[in-house]
């Protein structure tokens, strides 16, 4: 079973997708901004968005700054993900120290990975009635805003099905996507220097 996740790039300020979402009864869940930094030791040419993204290990910083599932206390957390068979495989649901943190990226980096990417965003999480996901508005650095969304309800679709029924269920929110418009894939154009698309951000 393949997912599809949308991912629009957008080309209003923040405060107008806000709006729209607000109009249209979504609570703001949770604020976070988020440093990921990625490692590999794969050739990532001609690789798809997911096949890219399962080709590196993944550190997630992350420190929520609001929404109303935040607690309030500001901490910053780190997490690995795709750490394949080393040690902080053991380690990959817990949070992390800095200082195991370091010893991890040292192991990482001993055993031949090299660091490909290093980005930021400010993530705005929204949901609407008893959705099962998210709808996600990132301010990327170097990329600039994209509206993220995928919904279990559909997983059982056809791919072309799913991002039809994704982009339906958005633009009933106050949104105007269109079937045609693609996607933007952000590790391919952070790899390229150069935006890239395709119809599913989880391809």
């Known amino acids: 079973m393949q997912i599809v996740e949308v991912g629009f790039k957008l080309n209003h300020d923040i405060s107008y997708y806000k709006e729209i979402l607000e109009n249209n009864n979504a609570i703001n869940r949770f604020n976070c901004k988020t440093h990921d930094i990625y490692w590999t030791n794969k050739d990532l040419n001609g690789l798809t968005e997911n096949e890219m993204k399962n080709s590196c290990i993944r550190l997630r910083i992350t420190e929520g700054i609001g929404g109303v599932d935040f607690s309030g206390i500001s901490r910053i957390s780190y997490r690995f993900q795709n750490v394949n068979n080393f040690i902080v495989k053991k380690d990959n649901q817990k949070e992390l120290t800095y200082e195991e943190v370091k010893n991890y990226i040292k192991e990482i980096e001993d055993k031949g990975y090299v660091k490909v990417f290093d980005t930021s965003k400010i993530d705005y999480q929204y949901s609407i009635?008893?959705?099962?996901?998210?709808?996600?508005?990132?301010?990327?650095e170097d990329i600039g805003l994209l509206l993220y969304y995928d919904n279990p309800d559909y997983y059982k679709l056809s791919l072309d099905e799913q991002r039809k029924a994704l982009i339906d269920e958005l633009n009933s929110y106050g949104f105007e996507f269109d079937y045609e418009t693609l996607g933007l894939d952000k590790l391919r154009t952070l790899y390229y220097k150069k935006e890239c698309y395709s119809k599913n951000q989880n391809g």
């Open 129 to 140: 009635g008893d959705m099962k996901s998210r709808i996600q508005l990132q301010d990327i």
